[in-house]
């Protein structure tokens, strides 16, 4: 049965630096949506761009504000504080929703449903890359973080506006992370995520040098959110030294995605890349988990 309903009224979110031809697809998009227009505002957060983001966002109707501090969270908070909505919908400047991506979200709540992870779909160049295979079958892996962790993140996520009035907003010290730690904090909390496949974004998965970047902020993240646990440095550095090892080939083989032998020991030494620049962000970090452990 279709339990859609289409007076619930929307605040999309979006967090941009720089990145104005993406934003600008996103927009058409968003603008394309078969939800009604009275229903629903965007909010485009410019995290302190160096492009111009007031020439894209004035060919559209949306709200343009302004988060001088840095961070995709820092920037999502700024457009919570603006928002309307009654359910407040995430996604990235550089993904592309499907025409009924608002009214799908909507439709999959229900009054025991709080969080929505939406279905992140990705897209590859025209000669695609073995990074970015690995970046499509490790990263925003929804429906299994979901399923296994009850965490989500913010390229394709509803939640209702009580949520953050529950458990407050995103955290504003992770680079990376910080929607996978307030979502863990949310369902830890008893709000209910649940995963929607027909809430679909497109997404494009990760050439080599834009992935390296994400692992690294995802290895800086890592030791804040640790340390945020009170984990021994024992513990950390511990982990840090075991994930020195390469990935295990064997993993990379069950998934039958090089259709050479060749290609998978590619697909291999990408993983074991990643590996480094995840430990190398890991490294940099370090000096915080020094200066915790002796101010305590």
């Known amino acids: 049965m279709d339990n859609r309903d289409n007076s619930i009224f929307v605040s999309v979110i979006i967090p941009v630096y720089n990145d104005t031809e993406n934003l600008k697809k996103c927009l058409q998009a968003l ?38 501090n840095p961070g995709s969270y820092s920037a999502r908070n700024r457009g919570i504080a603006l928002a309307k909505g009654q359910i407040l919908a995430f996604i990235d400047s550089d993904c592309l929703p499907i025409e009924q991506w608002i009214a799908n979200g909507v439709a999959a709540f229900n009054s025991e449903v709080d969080l929505v992870g939406g279905n992140v779909v990705f897209t590859f160049s025209a000669h695609k890359t073995f990074a970015e295979v690995y970046d499509s079958i490790t990263n925003m892996q ?29 955290p504003t010290y992770l680079k990376s992370g910080g929607d996978v730690i307030w979502t863990k904090k949310a369902t830890e909390a008893n709000f209910n995520l649940i995963y929607s496949s027909e809430a679909k974004v497109f997404h494009p998965a990760r050439k080599l040098l834009p992935l390296l970047k994400k692992q690294y902020r995802v290895g800086k993240g890592q030791v804040d959110i640790w340390l945020d646990r009170d984990e021994s440095s024992i513990k950390i550095l511990s982990k840090i030294i075991n994930d020195i090892r390469p990935p295990s080939f064997s993993k990379i083989a069950d998934k039958n995605i090089g259709e050479t032998k060749i290609e998978t020991i590619l697909l291999w030494l990408t993983g074991w890349m990643c590996k480094i620049a995840t430990n190398t962000g890991r490294i940099n970090n370090l000096e915080r988990l020094f200066k915790s452990k002796i101010q305590n």
Do not use: H, M, W
């Open 31 to 68: 603008a394309g949506q078969n939800y009604p227009q009275s229903l629903f505002e965007i909010i485009v957060v410019d995290n302190n761009s160096t492009e111009d983001i007031k020439t894209i966002t004035e060919q559209f109707s949306v709200k343009l504000a302004t988060e001088t």
């Open 142 to 170: 929804i429906k299994k973080n979901i399923a296994n962790r009850k965490v989500c993140k913010t390229a394709n996520l509803f939640v209702k506006k009580y949520v953050f009035d529950a458990v407050g907003l995103f």
